[in-house]
């Protein structure tokens, strides 16, 4: 969610405050199911254990706000990327 990508597509700078304000609040709401749109997104594969019937190793009650903070710091990068020009 860069700026140049928002401005392009005229969409509000604020999105990028909205995000980070969003995941900020989001950790702090319980989640029983959390399940990712990409493996890299939770360690997936690195997960699965040797036994295919344990499911165990997937219940991670850290794995939300761990995420979560991902992705904002993802944002954080882009944008202090973007002030050092």
């Known amino acids: 969610m860069n700026t140049a990508y928002l401005t392009k597509v005229g969409l509000p700078l604020s999105l990028q405050e909205s995000f980070l304000?969003?995941?900020?609040?989001?950790?702090t709401v319980h989640v029983d199911v959390c399940t990712p749109s990409h493996p890299a997104h939770?360690?997936?594969?690195e997960r699965v254990p040797e036994d295919r019937t344990d499911y165990r190793p997937f219940a991670d009650p850290e794995k939300w706000p761990a995420f979560l903070e991902e992705r904002a710091a993802?944002?954080?990068?882009?944008?202090?990327t973007e002030k050092r020009g």
């Open 42 to 45: 939770s360690d997936m594969l």
């Open 21 to 27: 304000a969003g995941c900020e609040a989001m950790k």
């Open 74 to 80: 993802a944002l954080r990068t882009v944008l202090e």
